[in-house]
C-alpha cells in the first residue's frame, strides 16, 4: 500500500522567493511519484514526475523535486515564486504492478503576495 | 491530441436524484480511471478500466455508483439516489498503456452539487 502526506496545507510566499513544498511518501515497494498543480476550477496538470532515473527531477515552469530514500522524501521547490504559481499542489504516489493508479496527499494552497 | 473530455462540466441536482457523467479520454490510452474529489482534499481513487474491463473498484464506490466503458473508448460513471455527501468534483484520468511509470491525464472535471 502507498500513501502521501503533504506537510502544511497552506502556504504563502512572497514573489521572488524560494517555494518549498513538503512531501513524504510510505510505499512497501519502490516508488513512483508525481507531482501535479490544480488551478481553480480545473483539472490536474503535471509537474513532474520522478519513476527511478536521476534523483533530481526538473519540472515545467520552473519547478524541480528531489527524491531522496533516506528521508522517504520528494520535496517541491522553485527558487523564485511568480504570482501564477499561486494554485494548489498534489503530491502522488504510485506503486509497481498496482495498476498504476496514484494515491494523492491531501494538497498544499500556494498563495504569491505581491 | 485533444486531451481528456468530461461532460457535463457542472450539474445541479435534488437529492434522490440520478445522475451520470462521461468521459472522453485520450483516444490511444487503453487504461481510464475515475477520482473523486472534495472540498480541501486530494483526489480518491474510485475505479480502474483496462480497456472495457472494470479490474478495480475502491471501497468507496457504494452500491449507488456504477461505472461502464463498453466499448474500451468512453466512460460513463452514473450515481443512483444522490445524497448531499455524493457532492463533489469528479476527475477522470486516462494513461498510454505499457508505460511504466507514466502519468495519469486528467480531464477538468465534472462538479455534482446535490441540494
Known amino acids: 500500500a502507498q500513501s502521501v502526506t503533504q506537510l502544511g496545507s497552506h502556504v504563502s510566499v512572497s514573489e521572488g522567493a524560494l517555494v518549498l513544498l513538503r512531501c513524504n511518501y510510505s510505499s512497501s515497494v519502490p516508488p513512483y511519484l508525481f507531482w501535479y498543480v490544480q488551478y481553480p476550477n480545473q483539472g490536474l496538470q503535471l509537474l513532474l514526475k520522478y519513476t527511478s532515473a536521476a534523483t533530481l527531477v526538473k519540472g515545467i515552469n520552473g519547478f524541480e523535486a528531489e527524491f531522496k530514500k533516506s528521508e522517504t522524501s520528494f520535496h517541491l521547490t522553485k527558487p523564485s515564486a511568480h504570482m501564477s504559481d499561486a494554485a494548489e499542489y498534489f503530491c502522488?504516489?504510485?506503486?509497481?504492478?498496482?495498476?498504476?493508479?496514484?494515491?494523492f496527499g491531501k494538497g498544499t494552497l500556494l498563495t504569491v503576495n505581491p | 491530441d485533444t486531451g481528456v473530455s468530461q461532460n457535463p462540466r457542472h450539474k445541479i441536482t435534488k437529492r434522490g436524484q440520478n445522475v451520470t457523467f462521461r468521459c472522453d479520454p485520450i483516444?490511444?490510452?487503453?487504461?481510464l480511471y475515475w477520482y473523486r474529489q472534495t472540498l480541501g482534499q486530494g483526489p480518491e481513487f474510485l475505479t480502474y478500466?483496462?480497456?472495457?474491463?472494470?479490474?478495480?473498484k475502491s471501497r468507496l464506490l457504494s452500491d449507488r455508483f456504477s461505472a461502464e466503458r463498453p466499448k474500451g473508448s468512453f466512460s460513463t460513471l452514473e450515481i443512483q439516489r444522490t445524497e448531499q455527501g455524493d457532492s463533489a468534483m469528479y476527475l477522470c484520468a486516462s494513461r498510454t498503456p505499457g508505460t511504466s511509470g507514466g502519468e495519469l491525464f486528467f480531464g477538468e472535471g465534472s462538479r455534482l452539487t446535490v441540494l
Open positions: 502522488a504516489v504510485s506503486g509497481r504492478g498496482s495498476n498504476y493508479k496514484l494515491t
Open positions: 478500466f483496462q480497456n472495457e474491463a472494470q479490474l478495480e
Open positions: 483516444s490511444e490510452h487503453n487504461r
